[in-house]
């Protein structure tokens, strides 16, 4: 069993338990359930930005402690400061050392787009996303259906949010070609071996589809890399390890902005 279905099966038992303590119609009573979303697609490609979604998380499965005690107020503001596009936020907490209220933290002190980076297994993550702030979702193509991804693309677009779909394989982008998915996302990182290789974008890069936003995940930790994935159709760069291992996530993301605005 590898590390995703590890983590399935644990949030299929963890949403359970949440739809317990916290029902919809009081995830709804959020103040945050009827706030318009802020376009992350149109964030992302905009010319006076900079593609790059930063991410907040503390730790992760395959590195272990980042960031374990990164304020998310500080470190969030401190990426938008920088230029990023959008923010990117992990809610697990299990695996990825996230705390109830990161999420809402960013939202309440950044205007720009928020993609909730959770591993969705059931429409009430959605509903749930809408109620935290979240203006995006990940689902990730390796780890649900087809017909469950565009069923909850469905209701995340009703509820006005986009959607990026993870892909990592061939077969997974040929699968989801019609997908209404707003973005697709290529990981680099393999989830059964934890592998990282920024050639699979570049290797799949022509396959996806031509009209969709191309987002690259895992792995970036430099220009040159960004020029190369540029340069072959990417619009977004999702960065969340290369910034959150130093003190001041915000800098680095800073510093890095500063540098590809010179290209």
Do not use: W
């Amino acid at each position: 069993m590898n590390i995703l279905d590890t983590i399935k099966q644990y949030k299929i038992k963890e949403v359970a338990r949440q739809k317990a303590i916290c029902p919809i119609k009081l995830l709804e009573q959020s103040i945050f359930f009827e706030s318009p979303c802020v376009s992350f697609s149109g964030y992302v490609v905009d010319p006076g930005r900079s593609g790059i979604i930063a991410e907040f998380k503390r730790k992760s499965p395959s590195k272990g402690d980042i960031n374990k005690y990164a304020n998310p107020e500080e470190v969030t503001v401190g990426y938008m400061q920088a230029g990023a596009a959008a923010l990117s936020v992990l809610t697990d907490e299990h695996f990825f050392g996230a705390k109830k209220e990161d999420l809402p933290t960013a939202r309440r002190f950044n205007f720009c787009p928020i993609l909730r980076k959770e591993f969705i297994v059931d429409e009430y993550q959605i509903i749930e996303a809408k109620s935290l702030g979240a203006d995006a979702i990940l689902l990730i193509a390796k780890m649900i259906s087809v017909k469950e991804i565009e069923n909850f693309t469905t209701l995340a677009q009703q509820l006005g949010m986009e959607v990026l779909l993870e892909t990592h394989t061939e077969a997974e982008v040929l699968s989801h070609s019609e997908s209404k998915a707003n973005a697709f996302g290529i990981n680099n990182r393999n989830l059964s071996t934890f592998e990282v290789s920024v050639e699979n974008s570049i290797r799949l890069s022509e396959m996806l589809p031509k009209t969709k936003l191309k987002i690259a995940e895992s792995g970036i930790d430099s220009l040159e890399t960004i020029k190369q994935l540029k340069a072959n159709g990417f619009d977004g760069f999702l960065i969340g390890e290369y910034f959150m291992k130093h003190s001041n996530p915000g800098e680095k993301c800073k510093e890095l902005i500063k540098n590809l605005s010179l290209i």
